[in-house]
């Protein structure tokens, strides 16, 4: 294997998978903990609104704020089943 | 008013202790009268790190309950002059620290003329390590170059920019990254996260990489801070990393895998 190693066959890194999954993972808890505190209650009572009149499950409502310049947009995203 | 440096990380068993033996005794060495407090009740391992766990008689949460004062529960380091250790209760509960009871100390040691006081944080992000980062003007991060590690420094910066108590009086908590137990050779195989990819992820300076070392277990096995061992890399990094701290310059050291002869890599193996 060393005698391999000397001529370099590259492939790819597990050290690099490493560094992909910290970077989206980190990033999403980061957005999280940077959020207004009331983003999971809003989520959480949007939801309870929805399913009231349409049966989703807690994955199908996405909530997230992000900022543009001195704006803030709040995207809210609910993914309606298929008839 | 005394500098409280803690030296954090969430995820256990990282090298927090080591680093803040190692960091304390080095700003003693460098001429500055210093403190090491361990924070983790309960679990207290800093007085065996430094050696002096048989002259501990009354510890950090007699101080805070008033049942000794900081005279009597201080240890004098017997290598360093200006080094002293306040070591954690083995019995009380962690809600023995209070956010009051662990200012009054803060204070008492400024008072005393101690210029840094080194917090030992406990893993977790529970009482002790919340206790441990609230009062710090520098955050030392402890990470070792793997994913979960990486992932709860993160979370504990998370902690310092908003329940410290100069995130919470607008300001900010100097960070510094400590990578520690770094493998050059697996770095260079792609199978270890390298320095820059961890400063990439957490955007922290970086105070110092310290290489995976048999002297660091020689060290915590005869009660010698790592830093008094000026022949081993571990030592001479951390000197490295203590240097930087107090604002010198020093390139970085052991980043990459030590020349090795051409029939040793041929035939393989590791040292």
Redesign the interface.
Known sequence: MALFGLFGSKKPSSASAAKERLQILISHERHNRTGPDFLPDLQREILQVVKKYVEISDDQVNIRLDRHGDASVLELNVTLPER | MAIVVTVTSGKGGVGKTTSSAAFAAGLAQAGHKTVVIDFDVGLRNLDLIMGVERRVVFDFVNVIQGEATLHQALIQDKRIENLSILAASQTKDKDALTEEGVETVIQELSEMGFEYIVCDSPAGIERGATMALHFADHAVIVTNP??SS??DS??IL?ILQ?KSKRAKEGGRVSEHLLITRYDPVR?E??????HE?VC???AVGLIGVIPESKAVLKASNTGVPVILDHESDAGVAYADAVARFLGESRPMKFLTPKKQGLLK?????SD
């Open positions: 793997e994913v990486v992932r993160d979370r998370g908003s770095v195989n792609g199978e270890m996260l390298s990819d990439d992820i957490l890599r041929i035939l393989g193996g």
